[in-house]
C-alpha cells in the first residue's frame, strides 16, 4: 500500500497551552481512518494543522502524491486544498446566502480556466467554462440527493441536508483526502444511516482516502478500517476497531482512571 | 534641546486629552467590540455643554466639568441604549454604519442648535505660566495632566477592584458566560458606555480651555486620533490607551514643530497605518484568534 | 457579435439603456431638464459609478472600506491637471489613463497590507488612507494646495456620462456574476471556508478592491471635467459616507438598488438644498434606522434581472 499522507511529531502550542503534541501518523492511500478521543483532545486542533488554517509550532506534514512528496505544514489553507485536501466544518460553515449550486461552484474555483478579465469582458472562454461548471455541479448535487434543492439558499436547508451540502462541497474541489468533522453530529439514526452509506459510496467512486472525527462510537467502529485515538494533545492508541475496544489506554480516557 | 523639551511639554498636554478620549473608544471596543464613531461628537458635547453653563449660567471651571461629565454620560448611555443595543449580535459592518449615523446626527443636530460658527471658549483656568529651568509650562497644561492623570487612576481602580469594574472584564471576555453568571449584562454595557462617555466630556472641556474655541465638527478629527491611539496602545487595554494617546499627542507636536503643520494629521494616519500592518493587536494588545 | 452576447435578456438591457439615453436626452434637449436640473442629473450620474463600484468592495466581497473619496480624488486629479495642459477629449483620455495607473497602485499600496484586517480595522485603514492622499494633494504644488485647481474645461458631455456609468454596472455586474465574484462572495460569506475551498482570498479582495478603485477614479475624472473647480476639500471623509449612504440605503449587494439609491438620493438633495444640516441629520436617522429594521437595506440583495424575468416566464409557459 501507498502511503499518502505522512505526519512527523507534530505539535501545535497555543500560548502554554499544549493542544496537540508530537503526533505521528501514516496513512495510506484509500483508507478510511477514525479520528477520536474525549472532548478537547485536540481533534479539531489537528484538522486545522493539517489544513494549514494554523501553522504548526513543530513538525512535519508531508502529502505524497505520485511519488512525490510536498511538505504541507505551514502552507496556506487554500494551497493546500489545491493539492488536493478537502474538509468539511465541525460547525457547518456554509456559504449561507448563496444558492446551493453556487456553493458547489465556488468550490469548482481551482479547475476553471478563466480570469477576471475574461469575466468582466465575456469572452468565450467565459461561457464554455460556466457551461461546464454548471453541469459538473449539478451532476454533484444529484450524485449527493441535493439536485432539486439546488435554487434554494444554503441557509434554508434543513441541518441533515447542510451537513450533506457541505460534503458535496468539499468533493467539489475534486480531493485526493477528504476530512470530515463530525460529519454524523446532530444527526438522527435515519439520517446517520444515510450519511454513512453516502460516504462508503463517495469513497469507492472518487478512490478518496477519508478521515473523519466523530463521537458516535458505532458509526466509527462501523465504517472505518483503522483508527486514532487522541487524548490531552497526545496520540495515545492507533489500530483496527477490534483493537481500540480493547486498548486499556482508550478505556481509560474515556472511562477515566480507576481509583 | 530646549525646544525640543518645550514641545514634549505641549505633546504631553495634547496626548493628555487624547488619551482621555481613546479611553471611552478602547472601553467600549473591549465590551461590544464596536468602534463607536459618535466617541468622538459626545466629546464635542461635552465641550459645549460646559461652554452653554460657564457662558450662561456663570458657572466656573468645576461645576462646569462635572456636569459636562454627567450630561456625556447621560448621552452616551443613552446612544447605547437607543442606537446600539437592537444591534447587539448583528454584524461588526451593521453597526459601524450605524455608529458612523450616529455620528452624523450629533454633528449635524448640534450645527443646527447651535449654528456652524466657531465659537470663542470661555476663560475658565488662568493663562499664568511658570519656568521649569529653560521650558515654559502653562498653568493649563498643568491642570491638563494632572486631571488626566487622576481620573486614569480612578478608572484603572474602578475597572480592576470594583465589582462593576470586574463585571465589565467578564463581559469583555465571554458576554454569555457572563450572563450565566448572573452579571447583568445590559446594565455593565451601559456603565462602561456611561464611564467613556463622563470621560470624552472632560476632554471636551480641556480641549476648550487649550484651544480656545469650539466648533460642532471639531469631534471628528481628535476622535479619529484618539481611536488610533487606542489601536496604537492596544485596543481594549486601559494603559495603552494613554500610552497610545500620550505617543499620538506628541508625534503629532514633533511633526508640527519640526516637519510642517500642514502634516500634522497625516503623521498620525501613517503611525495607523503602520502600527496595523505591523502589529495589528497594538503595544500592549492581545492576539485573539478566531474559533475555526 | 458573439451568439452567447445575442439573448434576450441582454436585449432587454441594451433596449432599456437606449430608451433612458434617449428619453433623458431629449428631456434636457427641450428643457424640460433645465440647467439647474441637469446639474443634478450629471451628479446622479457620477454618483451611480461612485456608489456600484462600492457596491462591489462592500456588498458584494464584504470588505468595508471608507477611503473611497480618495480613489475619487486622486481620478479628479489627474484627469483635472492634464486637461488643463491639453483641453480635450485626448487630454482627458490621458487623464483618465494616469488616474487608473495612480489609483492602480495606490490601492495595491493600501489593499495587500490591509486586506488581511478584519471589518472595522479595515474601515478606519481605508479612511487614513483617504486622508494621507487628500492632505498631499492639499500640499502639493501641482494640485495647487487648498485653493484647488480652477477652469478645468468643461469636458464632461452627456453621452460621455451615460457610456460611462453603463460601463461602470457593466464591469461590475459581469465581474459578479463570475468565478471570481463568486470568490467574492464567498469570502463576505465566510472568509475561512472560503479559503478551505482553494480560494486565494487575498488576491480576490484584492481584485475587488483594485475595480472599485479605477471605477472611483473614473467617476473623479468625469466629476472634475464637469464643474470647472475641485478642492481637496470635496473630497474627505464626509464624501466617503456620502456614497457609504447610498450603498447602505439600496441594499449592500445589490447593484439596482445603488443605481436606485444613487438616483432616488439626488433628488432628495435637490428638495433639501436649502437645508443642508436638516438633510444630515435625516441621513445619519435614516442610516441608523435602516440598520436597525431593515439590515439588509430597502431592497435588500434583490435585483432586476431580465434574464430571471424571462425565464419565469418561461417556466409558466411550459
Known amino acids: 500500500m501507498k502511503t499518502i499522507l505522512n505526519v512527523k511529531n507534530l505539535t501545535k502550542n497555543f500560548g502554554g497551552l499544549c493542544a496537540v503534541s508530537n503526533v505521528s501518523m501514516t496513512i495510506n492511500e484509500g483508507e478510511l481512518i477514525g479520528l477520536i478521543g474525549p472532548n478537547g483532545a485536540g481533534k479539531t486542533t489537528l484538522f486545522n494543522l493539517l489544513t494549514g488554517v494554523y501553522e504548526p509550532s513543530s513538525g512535519l506534514i508531508e502529502l505524497i502524491d505520485q511519488n512525490k512528496s510536498i511538505q504541507i505544514g505551514g502552507l496556506k489553507p487554500y494551497k493546500i486544498t489545491n493539492l488536493g485536501v478537502a474538509r468539511t466544518f465541525q460547525n457547518i460553515r456554509l456559504f449561507k446566502s448563496m444558492t446551493v449550486l453556487e456553493n458547489v461552484k465556488v468550490a469548482m474555483h481551482k479547475n476553471i480556466r478563466y480570469g477576471t478579465l475574461a469575466a468582466i469582458l465575456r469572452l468565450p472562454t467565459y461561457y464554455k467554462e460556466e457551461k461546464w461548471v454548471e453541469e459538473k455541479a449539478e451532476e454533484l448535487l444529484k450524485e449527493v440527493g441535493l439536485y432539486s434543492l439546488r435554487n434554494e439558499l444554503a441557509t434554508n436547508l434543513p441541518y441533515g441536508k447542510q451537513r450533506r451540502l457541505e460534503i458535496a462541497r468539499a468533493l467539489a474541489i475534486q480531493p485526493k483526502i477528504l476530512y470530515l468533522d463530525e460529519p454524523a453530529a446532530g444527526m438522527n439514526p435515519q439520517e446517520t444511516k444515510e450519511l454513512t452509506e453516502l460516504i462508503d459510496h463517495i469513497r469507492e467512486k472518487y478512490k478518496l482516502t477519508v478521515i473523519l472525527i466523530e463521537h458516535d462510537m458505532s458509526l466509527v467502529m462501523k465504517i472505518c478500517e483503522r483508527i486514532y485515538v487522541l487524548n490531552y494533545g497526545k496520540m495515545i492508541a492507533n489500530g483496527t476497531p477490534e483493537e481500540i475496544k480493547q486498548n486499556e489506554f482508550v478505556v481509560k480516557a474515556y472511562l477515566g482512571e480507576e481509583i | 534641546m530646549t525646544a525640543f523639551l518645550q514641545q514634549l511639554v505641549n505633546g504631553l498636554s495634547l496626548g493628555s486629552i487624547y488619551a482621555l478620549i481613546a479611553l471611552g473608544y478602547t472601553m467600549v471596543y473591549g465590551i461590544i467590540k464596536l468602534i463607536n464613531f459618535a466617541h468622538g461628537d459626545v466629546y464635542m458635547l461635552g465641550a459645549y455643554c460646559a461652554f452653554l453653563i460657564t457662558t450662561y449660567c456663570g458657572l466656573g471651571f468645576i461645576p462646569a466639568l462635572f456636569i459636562s461629565m454627567i450630561f456625556c454620560g447621560v448621552v452616551g448611555v443613552l446612544i447605547e441604549r437607543i442606537a446600539y443595543k437592537p444591534l447587539r449580535h448583528a454584524t461588526r459592518i451593521t453597526a459601524l454604519i450605524t455608529a458612523i449615523g450616529v455620528s452624523y446626527v450629533l454633528e449635524y443636530a448640534t450645527q443646527y442648535i447651535m449654528g456652524s460658527e466657531v465659537r470663542t471658549y470661555p476663560k475658565l483656568l488662568t493663562s499664568a505660566s511658570f519656568h521649569l529651568g529653560p521650558v515654559t509650562i502653562t498653568m493649563q497644561q498643568v491642570y491638563i495632566f494632572v486631571i488626566t492623570v487622576i481620573l486614569m487612576v480612578v478608572l484603572q481602580f474602578i475597572v480592576q477592584k470594583t465589582k462593576m469594574g470586574r463585571a465589565m472584564r467578564a463581559v469583555s471576555v465571554d458576554e454569555d458566560a457572563a450572563r450565566l453568571m448572573g452579571i447583568d449584562v445590559d446594565k455593565t454595557i451601559s456603565f462602561t458606555f456611561l464611564l467613556g462617555s463622563a470621560l470624552a466630556g472632560v476632554a471636551g472641556v480641556l480641549v476648550g480651555i487649550y484651544y480656545n474655541s469650539i466648533n460642532p465638527l471639531m469631534g471628528m478629527t481628535p476622535g479619529l486620533k484618539a481611536f488610533i491611539a487606542a489601536v496604537f496602545g492596544g485596543i481594549g487595554s486601559i494603559p495603552g490607551a494613554m500610552i497610545g494617546g500620550l505617543f499620538i499627542g506628541i508625534a503629532e507636536t514633533m511633526v508640527t514643530a519640526y516637519g510642517s503643520s500642514l502634516y500634522k494629521d497625516a503623521i498620525v494616519y501613517i503611525i495607523l497605518i503602520l502600527i496595523l500592518i505591523l502589529k495589528p493587536a497594538g503595544l500592549l494588545g492581545k492576539n485573539v484568534r478566531e474559533k475555526v | ?318
Not at chain 3, 275 to 297: C, D, H, N, Q, W
Open chain 3, 1 to 318: 457579435m458573439r451568439k452567447e452576447l445575442l439573448n434576450k435578456a441582454n436585449l432587454a438591457w441594451l433596449l432599456l439603456s437606449i430608451v433612458s439615453f434617449v428619453v433623458l436626452s431629449i428631456l434636457m434637449k427641450v428643457g424640460i431638464i433645465g440647467s439647474y436640473y441637469s446639474i443634478t442629473l450629471y451628479n446622479i450620474f457620477i454618483n451611480i459609478i461612485l456608489a456600484v463600484s462600492l457596491n462591489l468592495v462592500i456588498g458584494v466581497c464584504g470588505q468595508f472600506s471608507l477611503g473611497h473619496a480618495g480613489f475619487m480624488c486622486i481620478g479628479a486629479y489627474c484627469a483635472g491637471i492634464m486637461v488643463k495642459m491639453m483641453p480635450n477629449m485626448t487630454g482627458l483620455a490621458i487623464g483618465v489613463l494616469i488616474g487608473f495607473a495612480l489609483s492602480t497602485i495606490v490601492a495595491l499600496i493600501v489593499s495587500i497590507p490591509t486586506l488581511r484586517l478584519k471589518g472595522d480595522y479595515l474601515a478606519i485603514a481605508t479612511l487614513g488612507f483617504a486622508e494621507i492622499v487628500r492632505i498631499l494633494v492639499q500640499n502639493m504644488e501641482i494640485t495647487n494646495g487648498a485653493a484647488g485647481l480652477n477652469g478645468i474645461p468643461k469636458l464632461t458631455t452627456f453621452p460621455l456620462l451615460f457610456v460611462c456609468a453603463v460601463i461602470a454596472i457593466l464591469v461590475v455586474c459581469n465581474f459578479t456574476h463570475s468565478a471570481p465574484g463568486r470568490a467574492c462572495l464567498s469570502i463576505r460569506e465566510d472568509e475561512i471556508a472560503s479559503e478551505a475551498m482553494g480560494i486565494n482570498t487575498t488576491k480576490y479582495k484584492v481584485i475587488a478592491f483594485v475595480i472599485g478603485a479605477l471605477l472611483a477614479s473614473l467617476a473623479g475624472a468625469l466629476f472634475a471635467c464637469n464643474f470647472y473647480v475641485i478642492k481637496p476639500d470635496q473630497f474627505t471623509f464626509n464624501k466617503s459616507i456620502d456614497i457609504l449612504v447610498m450603498v447602505v440605503f439600496g441594499g449592500m449587494g445589490s447593484m439596482t438598488s445603488s443605481v436606485l439609491a444613487a438616483v432616488a438620493i439626488g433628488i432628495i438633495n435637490v428638495v433639501l438644498a436649502n437645508f443642508s444640516e436638516i438633510r444630515m441629520i435625516i441621513y445619519g436617522l435614516a442610516l441608523v434606522g435602516i440598520m436597525i429594521f431593515k439590515p439588509t437595506g430597502i431592497l435588500g440583495t434583490k435585483e432586476l434581472s431580465f434574464k430571471k424575468l424571462f425565464d419565469k416566464r418561461k417556466e409558466k409557459s411550459a
